[in-house]
């Protein structure tokens, strides 16, 4: 990497002074206790206050400062003050080349998708160390480590802080990075915003992180009332964290879909775009749709909590089945934006690695819109148990069951491109591979729970477990995986060592099924969720799960020490295009320059004509009619 200091000679501590991570950590903390301070005076005199075990108006108010304080420090008022004093606008932050640019607010797309990847993974192994927590606690069918309050916490921390770091985890490394050099544009349309959404991430996820401090958080990730109400002051935390988190995925999605809209190179149209960004633009457009309801209800929670009102409360005239509507209005629509994305980056890698055109690509771009529009009208289905009117189940079971068709669409995609194809078995191809047999369980298990008389049955207990984590880990996380092998190389610059790579997939894929196959059975033999104790004679299977649990555990340890053997010790350089993809964004040097391209592209072809005899090339990347424009 070409990450050259300007000041070599000047010392590192004078390096950690200025707008940085480490003045917005000191900025942060010290807003934290200044809001803390005036929430505690305003909240004198208020009676209701007294009652529970902290001040929560204190606690926002500490958090809400302690969030600016941080993105002060990172330097996020330094544009609009200098406007308010007269200096002209400028469309990205001044920077230099040195690899503190990394650890502060940067425009650059490319650094802003490389924070993102080990920002968020930092989090994602904060909460995958939880369930190995959990899954130790469950080694015995009675309380050992953890009283169950403690228990709840660590679900609760767990599943909401995956929540949050998975829906972050390719629209934010890999979106962020490469749909611009995908559709040939030198940036995202808004750069700014851009690292904002980045930024606010790691806010969320310390702050989630605290509740451990104010008494956890006893809901789950779902937060519903009125438990969330009585909850001790750790619910503050989960409800201020997914605040944040939802206002970056509303930022999110409409920095892409104008990057997207607005900022396509000459040529690129609508059918030759890569897939990719086809799922990106669908995610983005679920992001804005769903996340600001999010943002809505955990206001009215925030209120309900700290001002005295009750729209949640049915003890003083709310209604809870209002948050729950609330909630998986966004809940829903949620889980395709996580998933919409792990079916672009699969799609996008089969062409590559069988040396075929992509089969239907009209078909996946239906579907991922079939999916992105019929997601909305789902919500219901996670309300067939909680008392919704009888006669509106039918109707929700089949918009519901209806999914599967779009999503079958993927799948149709996969076949028609690896049928009769000459399969190369490289590292990202095998966790493609692997997506879709788990997605394949994952999907056919959720028809059980769409269908309202399996539901009732099934509904809390393990069988639910078993789904969603065939879904979530089993699709997204291994197509993230995918999408780290197969692009690392462009972004890093280094190569990954392969015989480590087709371990930790061996390792994941064998020991996922294990871990969460017998856990369908676990939910037919009537495992409730969210408890830490069970039936005395499902030891032997929880036993199993837990070992197959530890197992996935150490595959990731050997994927974190292949990271760091190849980018700190090894350090092979990575051949421009180790894959001999036609993506624009193999196309270009390694490492990218800051600008991406000498001139904008002309694009001259569709991105998976593999062995389509006198295919063009992509694109012509040096057309000499149109000159240098654009920053
Ligand atoms: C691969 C390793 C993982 C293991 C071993 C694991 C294990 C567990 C366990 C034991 C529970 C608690 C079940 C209960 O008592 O009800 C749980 C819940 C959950 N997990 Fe995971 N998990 C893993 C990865 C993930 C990932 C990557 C996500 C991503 C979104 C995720 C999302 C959740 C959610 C949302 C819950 C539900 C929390 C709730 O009930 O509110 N898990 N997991
Ligand atoms: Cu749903």
Not at 280 to 306: E, N
Not at 437 to 454: A, K, M, R, T
Not at 461 to 479: C, D, E, K, P, Q
Not at 514 to 523: D, E
Request: net charge neutral; proline share 6%; aromatic share 16%.
């Amino acid at each position: 990497m070409s990450a050259t200091p300007i000041a070599p000679h000047r010392p590192v501590w004078r390096r950690l002074i200025g707008f940085n991570m480490l003045t917005g950590l000191a900025l942060g903390i010290g807003g934290w206790f200044l809001g803390a301070w005036i929430g505690g005076q305003m909240a004198v005199g208020h009676d209701y206050l007294l009652g529970t075990d902290q001040n929560d108006v204190g606690l926002y108010m500490g958090y809400l400062f302690g969030v600016i304080g941080w993105l002060v420090g990172l330097g996020f008022a330094n544009y609009p003050i200098g406007r308010l004093l007269g200096r002209p606008p400028t469309l990205r932050h001044h920077e230099t080349g040195s690899w503190t640019r990394y650890f502060r607010l940067c425009t650059d797309h490319k650094v802003v998708g490389i924070q993102y990847l080990f920002g968020v993974g930092i989090f994602f192994f904060i909460g995958g160390l939880n369930a190995m927590l959990m899954r130790t606690e469950l080694l015995r069918p009675v309380e050992q480590a953890w009283p169950a309050g403690q228990y709840l916490t660590l679900l609760s921390l767990h599943g909401t802080m995956m929540i949050m770091m998975t829906s972050a985890f390719i629209l934010g490394p890999f979106g962020n990075y490469f749909v611009p050099i995908m559709i040939g544009a030198r940036r995202m349309a808004f750069p700014r915003i851009e690292a904002l959404t980045f930024w606010l991430v790691p806010a969320a996820g310390l702050i989630l992180m605290s509740a451990i401090a104010f008494g956890g958080i006893a809901t789950g990730w779902t937060g519903y009332a009125p438990l969330a109400d009585e909850g001790r002051a750790g619910m503050d935390a989960y409800v201020m964290s997914f605040i944040l988190i939802a206002i970056s995925l509303t930022l999110v999605g409409l920095n892409l879909l104008a990057t997207i809209l607005t900022m396509r190179a000459p040529g690129m149209s609508w059918t030759r775009l890569p897939i990719f960004v086809w799922s990106v633009l669908a995610t983005s457009i679920l992001q804005v749709l769903a996340a600001p309801v999010l943002v809505a209800a955990m206001a009215m929670v925030l209120m309900d909590r700290a001002a005295n009102t009750s729209f949640f409360l049915a003890s003083a005239g709310g209604s809870q089945y209002l948050y729950e509507n609330l909630f998986w209005f966004f809940g829903h629509p949620e889980v395709y934006i996580l998933a919409l994305p792990g079916f672009g980056i699969v799609l996008e890698m089969l062409p590559v690695f069988a040396r075929k055109p992509l089969w239907g690509y009209r078909l996946a771009v239906a579907g991922m819109l079939g999916v992105t529009l019929l997601s909305f009208m789902v919500w219901q289905h996670h309300l067939f148990v909680s008392g919704m009117n009888g006669s509106l189940r039918p109707f929700y079971m089949l918009t519901t069951e209806l999914i599967s068709i779009p999503t079958g669409f993927i799948f149709l995609n996969a076949i028609g491109t690896l049928w009769r194809a000459r399969i190369r078995f490289t590292v990202p191809m095998l966790f493609a591979l692997a997506f879709f047999f788990n997605f394949l369980i994952g999907g056919l298990s959720g028809v059980f729970l769409s269908d309202v008389p399996s539901d009732v049955t099934t509904h809390g207990s393990y069988f639910v477990m078993a789904h969603f984590h065939y879904t979530i880990v089993g699709g997204l996380v291994f197509a993230f995986f995918g999408a780290v092998y197969y692009w690392l190389p462009k972004m890093l610059g280094i190569t990954l060592n392969e015989t480590l790579g087709k371990i930790h997939f061996w390792l994941f894929f064998v020991f996922f099924n294990l871990t969460f196959f017998p856990l369908f059975a676990a939910g037919f033999l009537d495992m409730p969720r969210r408890v830490s104790t069970y039936a005395p004679s499902l030891q032997g299977l929880n036993d199993f799960v837990s070992a197959s649990a530890y197992v996935i555990g150490i595959s990731m340890l050997i994927f974190v020490a292949n990271l760091i053997w190849s980018l700190v010790f090894v350090r092979e350089p990575a051949a421009e295009n180790p894959w001999a993809s036609r993506g624009l964004e193999w196309q270009v040097p390694t490492p990218v320059p800051v600008a991406n391209f000498d001139r904008i592209p002309v694009i001259t072809s569709g991105p998976y004509e593999y062995g389509v005899p006198n295919a063009p090339p992509v694109a012509d990347l040096a057309p000499s009619a149109l000159p240098a424009a654009g920053s």
